[in-house]
């Protein structure tokens, strides 16, 4: 459910509540994703009636400013233009309330959700902390950072040594044999393993007992 706080001027240029409500609606559906919004208008056509979003055309979007494309009647003939916004996005991002240092397993405990305007912000917010106990953070962090994707890397379920079954499949056949681990790695994740007879392969982490063969 998006919550949306809608800041609105001159309306007297905008042709009144009708434009207010579709103009609202339009911009829910772009920024749907989001938990809220807000924006206000700093440009606008004057003089005009019957102003109607064109959705055929695209949103632009740079930082903070939108610019929407809409139709107007002016000497009742319909034109094109765009309705400038300042924008400000909303969402509840995953913040730390600790100092963490880099390298360290991330906790829940570790972090609270806190709704932040990320307009302007630089990179991909951590939105759950649910998703918390999958990383581990490449780089200390300090109270109130906001956890990012790209600060962030995925825990090994298998390290090095471990016991695992890898799997080659050729056609409809599959084979699995016992190997060991040469190399700490997450899920998605490329590592050496070797097998009881002392053969090396290259296999993907599935999980934390289970790799495919791929050469």
Do not use: C, W
Request: glycine share 4%; hydrophobic share 40%.
């Amino acid at each position: 459910m998006i919550l949306t706080i809608i800041h609105i001027a001159a309306l007297i240029f905008l042709g009144g509540n009708s434009f207010d409500q579709e103009l609202k609606l339009y911009l829910e559906k772009q920024f749907s994703l989001y938990d809220g919004f807000s924006y206000e208008i700093i440009q606008s056509p004057k003089e005009v009636s019957a102003l109607t979003v064109n959705e055929a055309e695209p949103l632009k979007v740079v930082e903070n400013m939108v610019s929407v494309p809409v139709f107007y009647n002016k000497d009742g003939k319909q034109k094109a233009t765009t309705v400038k916004l300042r924008l400000h996005l909303f969402q509840q991002v995953v913040t730390a309330v600790k100092k963490i240092k880099s390298r360290e397993d991330l906790s829940p405990a570790d972090f609270t959700l806190e709704r932040q305007d990320i307009t302007l912000f630089k990179g991909t917010p951590v939105t759950s902390l649910s998703e918390v106990v999958n990383y581990k953070t490449k780089i200390s962090l300090y109270p109130g950072k906001i956890l990012t994707k790209e600060i962030v890397e995925l825990k090994p379920v298998v390290l090095s040594g471990d016991l695992v079954k890898a799997s080659i499949t050729n056609g409809n056949v599959t084979i699995s044999l016992e190997a060991n681990a040469r190399q700490d790695g997450a899920v998605g994740d490329v590592i050496r393993v070797v097998t009881q007879t002392k053969k090396q392969y290259r296999a993907k982490v599935m999980d934390s007992t289970n790799v495919n063969i791929i050469e």
